[in-house]
């Protein structure tokens, strides 16, 4: 079985620019999570999905990011326009219902 | 969700006993217990998680106190590979749930040879 699979691995951007993830869970979880953890922080929840439907989206820092998940199975994230604050490593998680998550190997974006 | 707290970092001998202690006083009885850990920069991997009971799976065993208000991860016989940051978390499971995994700084595990 094939595990949470993130897309790209690594990003680099100029300040300003438009950048896109991609995560793919795990096929047939219904439940989508994104995190991230910036540099030196820890961790940080960022929305959670069920199907296509956002059931959280209170970790999302500002109105530049934007989560998709059309069709209810892989996930965009959307960053517009990045910022030198959004570097990190961007993790995505899937679980079927409310069992465990199971995480992606994540994107780090870096932007300059 | 309820605070944990951990040791900062902890050191193991390959081979030996990994016991990962994690205080949790203010679990609510609907919270469970999960741990994860993250090997250098990989996306964190579940490892175990329990509600009051103790519970052992092929990679470890959870230990929960009778009040619940603590909690030991314990992996047999540590090896090199084991080496990584452990996550205590506790949560909240059901529909009505944020089901978010809160991450804190966790336990840095050294194994050494």
């Known amino acids: 079985e094939a595990g949470v699979t993130q897309f790209p691995s690594h990003s680099v951007i100029e300040k300003g620019q438009t950048v896109t993830l991609r995560c793919d869970p795990i096929?047939?979880?219904?439940?989508l999570y994104w995190y991230r953890r910036v540099m030196g922080k820890e961790i940080k929840f960022l929305l959670h999905f069920v199907k296509e439907s956002k059931q959280d989206e209170s970790g999302m820092p500002n109105n530049r990011f934007l989560a998709e998940r059309t069709g209810g199975t892989y996930s965009t994230l959307k960053v517009q326009p990045a910022e030198l604050e959004d570097s990190g490593v961007y993790f995505c998680a899937s679980s079927r219902g409310f069992a465990e998550a199971f995480f992606g190997q994540g994107t780090r974006l870096t932007v300059v | 969700d309820a605070k944990t707290t951990q040791p900062t970092s902890m050191d193991c001998a390959e081979g030996r006993a990994a016991n990962l202690p994690c205080n949790h006083s203010?679990?609510?009885?609907?919270?469970?217990v999960y741990w994860y850990r993250q090997i250098h920069s990989q996306g964190p991997q579940y490892i175990i998680h329990?509600?009051?009971n103790n519970e052992t799976n092929e990679m470890a065993s959870l230990i929960i106190t009778e009040d619940r208000k603590s909690s030991t991860l314990i992996l047999p016989h540590a090896t090199l590979r084991d080496t990584a940051v452990y996550y205590c978390i506790v949560r909240v499971l059901g529909r009505n749930a944020g089901n978010m995994l809160t991450f804190g700084g966790g336990t840095r595990l050294m194994v050494k040879p």
């Open positions: 329990g509600l009051k």
């Open positions: 203010t679990i609510s009885g609907n919270e469970y």
């Open positions: 096929s047939g979880h219904d439940n």
